[in-house]
């Protein structure tokens, strides 16, 4: 099983909006960086774990563990010409955006990242490295393990 951290800007989808949602699933669309698309093209699988992490907001930081619900499939808001996310470039033949459903695990009071910046355990971490901006990170065992027990700790 592997492990990610997936931001999201709680105005587009919080972890309430996820809890709120049918069947607690949200597909994960709007993601127009290569790297984090082949991360759920080539990478996910159903099952694996999603810290859900809420950026570009006055607090941010881990909100909550959701899974990964679904293969990766076409994102719909590429073909969609109202859509913040349209690509004029996409086709249904040959779409150039995917995504995944994630599922809520549960919500957790919010971890900060200045918690996680002064985590020892987290210093490698790809989210706190500087000028990281992919929406989806890889996040080790190490890492998943340390976080989940900041969690419990309180």
Request: net charge neutral.
């Amino acid at each position: 099983m592997n492990h990610w951290l997936m931001k999201s800007e709680p105005s587009e989808c919080s972890i309430d909006d996820l809890a709120a949602a049918p069947g607690q699933t949200v597909p994960w669309v709007g993601v127009r960086s290569y790297q984090a698309r082949n991360f759920m093209r080539d990478d996910m699988r159903i099952g694996d774990g999603v810290l859900f992490y809420h950026s570009s907001c006055p607090e941010p930081g881990i909100a909550g563990l959701a899974e990964v619900a679904s293969a990766a499939y076409p994102d719909a808001t590429q073909f969609d010409l109202g859509s913040h996310y349209f690509d004029a470039k996409a086709t249904v033949a040959a779409p150039r955006w995917l995504h995944v459903d994630v599922r809520l695990v549960r919500k957790t009071r919010l971890l900060s990242l200045q918690t996680l910046r002064q985590t020892p355990s987290l210093a490698d971490m790809v989210v706190l490295r500087r000028g990281n901006r992919l929406s989806i990170t890889p996040v080790t065992a190490g890492e998943w393990k340390a976080v989940r027990e900041l969690l419990n700790a309180a």
